[in-house]
Nanobody
Framework: QVQLVESGGGLVQAGGSLSISCAAS????????MGWYRQAPGKQREMVATIVTSGTITDARYAGSVKGRFTISRDAGKNTVDLQMNSLKAEDTAIYYC?????????WGQGTQVTVSS
């Protein structure tokens, strides 16, 4: 019912910045949660940031490891969610997965690789 496509991953030097985006298509509800998880080899999948939408109201949440460095935002008109990542560290290297959760279920993107070189 919902398809998610990520873009913007790549290679960045430690201390640098990168922005990744997730575009949602299909039937999206007025009330939903979108955000990003990440998974590095040998590690469990970790919630990075989420943004809850209820009509015109949004609320963002961040993992402690990225709070103050990452900013999640949503463009309702484009139906996209973006993650601005600043002050990147080597430990931020992972595959970043976009997700959407709503009444019909939870949906995942294919993932985009973010690599931070030290």
């Amino acid at each position: 019912q919902v398809q998610l496509v990520e873009s913007g991953g790549g290679l960045v030097q430690a201390g640098g910045s990168l922005s990744i985006s997730c575009a949602a298509s299909g039937t999206t509800a007025n009330i939903n949660t979108m955000g990003w998880y990440r998974q590095a080899p040998g590690k469990q999948r970790e919630m990075v940031a989420t943004i809850v939408t209820s009509g015109t109201i949004t609320d963002a949440r961040y993992a402690g490891s990225v709070k103050g460095r990452f900013t999640i935002s949503r463009d309702a008109g484009k139906n996209t969610v973006d993650l601005q990542m600043n002050s990147l560290k080597a430990e931020d290297t992972a595959i970043y997965y976009c997700y959407l959760m709503q009444w019909s279920g939870t949906y995942w993107g294919q993932g985009t690789q973010v690599t931070v070189s030290s």
